[in-house]
């Protein structure tokens, strides 16, 4: 465990006996969090927002979401996922499977609870996030057109952060059964009553959840996404949750902004994710306090 100082994150290394390290099934799966506390209360209990990192990334550098968040008052908590995350490495798993992400932060979510009562919680996404938060409300993947990616039957997008995914899919589990295994859950309902209200920015894998799941979403939602965003385009990442989900509303950051310039070191528009950030506090403070 690592103490936090005035700006730094408790660091915490939780294990769910329920599933398997993607390295070696007889060890617990890792979920590491990353805990800031509130500069200022915005009631008592704190109100919590849970953040989930984007493909390849970490709950570490999300600064640009936790900290207009803290500032407005909320307790933040951030999630490195397994197999998905810079800090512990990849794993093809952490990449295809994407149904494990809600489920480590219902898991995070139940170990913070047993400690002390959470208040009312959000969740906030970014990329794979955005899917993350979204399956927490009600969002399901459809595991037909799932198992057709994973198997090969139709082409899986390039991804940067792992080349060469669907081989090592195939490497770990080479054949029909395995992998009809490996899918189990797919399209489980993961949804997390606790959570109240969800922000997305530039979701991803609109284009392999349900309409059918997306309609049953009650919570409020809020989409922001780049105008100039080939990662995860409009039409096939973010239209889906717009036109889908009852509740939810959105609008582009700019009609030239990247999907990088979420997380570059050199975005082309710096103040992008600033201000992201900000109405993303301006949401959960209408909606959680």
């Not at 029909?176 to 997390?192: H, K, M, P, Q």
């Not at 109240?196 to 979403?217: D, I, K, M």
């Not at 030239?256 to 993303?280: K, T």
């Amino acid at each position: 465990m690592t103490m936090p100082g005035a700006e730094q994150p408790e660091i915490r290394v939780l294990y769910d006996d329920s599933r398997g390290d993607l390295r070696d099934a007889a060890r617990p799966r890792p979920v590491r969090l990353y805990l800031w506390e509130p500069e200022r209360a915005a009631a008592s209990p704190a109100p919590l927002v849970v953040v989930s990192h984007g493909t390849g990334g970490s709950g570490g550098e999300m600064g640009w979401l936790v900290r207009p968040l803290r500032e407005a008052g909320f307790r933040v908590v951030a999630l490195d996922h397994h197999g998905n995350n810079y800090v512990d490495g990849y794993e093809p798993e952490g990449f295809a499977h994407v149904w494990h992400r809600p489920r480590d932060v219902t898991f995070a979510l139940d170990a913070l609870e047993r400690e002390r009562p959470l208040g009312p919680v959000g969740a906030a996404g970014f990329s794979l996030g955005g899917y993350t938060v979204a399956a927490l409300v009600g969002a399901r993947v459809d595991p037909q057109v799932l198992r057709a990616v994973v198997t090969g039957a139709v082409p899986l997008p390039d991804i940067p952060e792992f080349p060469g995914l669907l081989d090592a899919l195939l490497k770990k589990y080479p054949d029909d059964d395995s992998s009809r295994r490996a899918l189990e859950g797919a399209d489980a309902d993961l949804t997390d009553a606790r959570v109240r209200a969800v922000f997305q920015v530039a979701p991803g894998v609109g284009g392999f959840v349900t309409a059918s799941s997306l309609a049953t979403v009650r919570v409020p939602v809020e989409i922001r996404w780049g105008g100039a965003d080939t990662v995860n385009p409009y039409d096939v990442d973010i239209r889906p949750y717009l036109d889908h989900i009852p509740t939810a509303t959105g609008r582009s950051a700019g009609p030239d902004v990247r999907h990088d310039d979420f997380f570059s070191p050199d975005p082309a528009d710096p103040d992008v994710r600033h201000h992201v950030g900000r109405e993303a506090a301006a949401f959960f403070l209408h909606h959680l306090v």
